[in-house]
């Protein structure tokens, strides 16, 4: 597929089928995310996938509450794939610390998108969710500091039938050339 038609593909999908999802496929993903570049190569990330039903469902609860309820479609995904990330290594530390900038969570965030577009191109669908409950997961899945997760994606065969438009800023708002 053509990179850009890849990228309006991906979208936030909130409502997943039944049908499982074939693990050589999220194999692909995770060797997607693996490829990701990463501030001096740390790779400062760990991919854990869950599908066995129990302690999906309990991860899944884990997203939502009575007050927040916008995740509450997450329990119709068949997998849940939480993204950790470690402490990275003392120089980049120091190198974050110089230039203001947290190289790790920089490092996640490209991992994740590699994760979630390669799943497009396998037909799945995706949504990252950056709300959860930190302190209950970490328990769940026995997640211990340094390491820490930093997000949770839904994947599986999306319900959705069509491809919504993207909502984004426009080009003339986001861009400017120096020539
Ligand atoms: C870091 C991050 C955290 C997000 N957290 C959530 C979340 O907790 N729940 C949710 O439904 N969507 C979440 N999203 C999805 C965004 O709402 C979505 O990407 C954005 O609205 C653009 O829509 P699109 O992904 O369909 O293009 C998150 C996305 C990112 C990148």
Same mark, same amino acid.
């Given at each position: 597929?053509n ?20 693990? !050589? ?20 990330? !760990?991919?854990? /996938?869950? !599908? ?29 794939? /939480? ?29 994740? !998108? ?19 409950n930190?302190?209950?997961?970490m ?41």
């Amino acid at each position: 597929m053509n990179f850009l038609d890849l990228v309006k593909k991906r979208q936030s999908d909130r409502k997943y089928t039944d049908q499982p999802v074939e693990r !050589e496929k999220i194999e692909r993903c995770l060797e997607a995310a693996r490829l990701a570049p990463s501030a001096s190569n740390s790779q400062p990330w !760990e991919f854990i /996938v869950i !599908e066995e039903p129990k302690l999906r469902e309990k991860l899944a609860n884990a997203t939502f509450s009575d007050l927040v309820r916008f995740n509450r479609f997450v329990p119709s995904a068949p997998v849940l794939v /939480v993204l950790t990330s470690w402490r990275p290594k003392l120089h980049i530390v120091l190198g974050g610390i110089l230039k203001n900038r947290q190289f790790n969570l920089i490092d996640v965030g490209i991992t994740a !998108e590699h994760f979630c577009l390669q799943a497009a191109e396998e037909g799945l669908g995706t949504c990252m969710l950056g709300w959860f409950n930190t302190h209950k997961v970490m328990k769940l899945l026995d997640i211990r500091r340094p390491q820490k997760p930093v997000l949770i994606f839904t994947l599986g065969y999306s319900g959705h039938k069509t491809i919504r438009e993207k909502k984004r800023r426009n080009i003339d708002d986001i861009r400017r050339y120096i020539s």
